[in-house]
């Protein structure tokens, strides 16, 4: 199983705006609507921030948007905070007759 | 409120089999549209999708580690079990227990606090 593929860091200044990227396969970001990111802060668990590619729980913030296009979802975080700095992973459905869940590698977002 | 709970040994011995189970608590693990999954993360590296479980038992596994794992659910006593054989040191990890919800097309809605596992002699 090949993880999706995210760039292992990213920053940003309070208020900015950064997204990263989460690269899979048509079969799994690019064949289904089914991306979730997760932010997950040392010691804590993971909490999901988004799902279903661009779809809010309730309670996150709207900061907080997703998107993808082809094979590559993304996640923005706009007007970055302090509490924003984490570990950051996408993940995929990847079908019931495959791999039924990948995720990323995560990405450490580090607000500067 | 949905809440879930790891519980096993912390320290597993090398060949040996690592034994985990999640305790489903505020709802139930027969709820439809609700799969059970395991997560882990080892020291310094990202999250890893371990198995999958529907209250049916039907199950998925992650293809990497499908010959070493079993993953079951006791719908009487409202929890599901991981167990992984043969454990190495690269098994040492955080175990997280998590739903995943086809509310939330298949994204995991409801994690477990993760409980810490080393594989030492």
């Known amino acids: 199983q090949s993880a999706l593929t995210q760039p292992p860091s990213a920053s940003g200044s309070p208020g900015q705006s950064v997204t990263i990227s989460c690269t899979g396969s048509s079969s799994d970001v690019g064949g289904y609507n089914y991306v979730s990111w997760y932010q997950h802060h040392p010691g804590k668990a993971p909490k999901v921030m988004i799902y279903?590619?661009?779809k809010r729980p309730s309670g996150v913030p709207d900061r907080f948007s997703g998107s993808k296009s082809g094979n590559t979802a993304s996640l923005t975080v706009s007007g970055l905070q302090a509490e924003d700095e984490a570990d950051y992973y996408c993940c995929s459905y990847g079908g019931s007759s495959n791999n039924f869940v990948v995720f990323g590698g995560g990405t450490k977002l580090t607000v500067l | 409120q949905l809440q879930l709970q790891e519980s096993g040994p912390g320290l597993v011995k090398p060949s040996e089999t690592l034994s985990l189970t999640c305790t489903v608590s505020?709802?139930?693990?027969?709820?439809?549209?609700?799969?059970w999954g395991w997560i882990r993360q080892p020291p310094g590296k990202g999250l890893e999708w371990i198995g999958t479980?529907?209250?049916?038992?039907?199950?998925y596994y992650n293809p990497s580690l499908r010959s070493r794992i079993t993953v079951s659910v006791d719908t009487s006593k409202n929890q599901f079990s991981l167990k992984l054989s043969s454990v190495t040191a690269a098994d040492t990890a955080v175990y997280y227990c998590?739903?995943?919800?086809?509310?939330?097309?298949?994204?995991?809605?409801?994690w477990g606090q993760g409980t810490t596992v080393t594989v030492s002699s």
């Open positions: 998590a739903r995943c919800t086809v509310d939330y097309s298949y994204g995991m809605d409801v």
């Open positions: 279903e590619v661009s």
């Open positions: 505020g709802g139930s693990i027969t709820s439809s549209g609700s799969y």
């Open positions: 479980i529907y209250y049916s038992g039907t199950s």
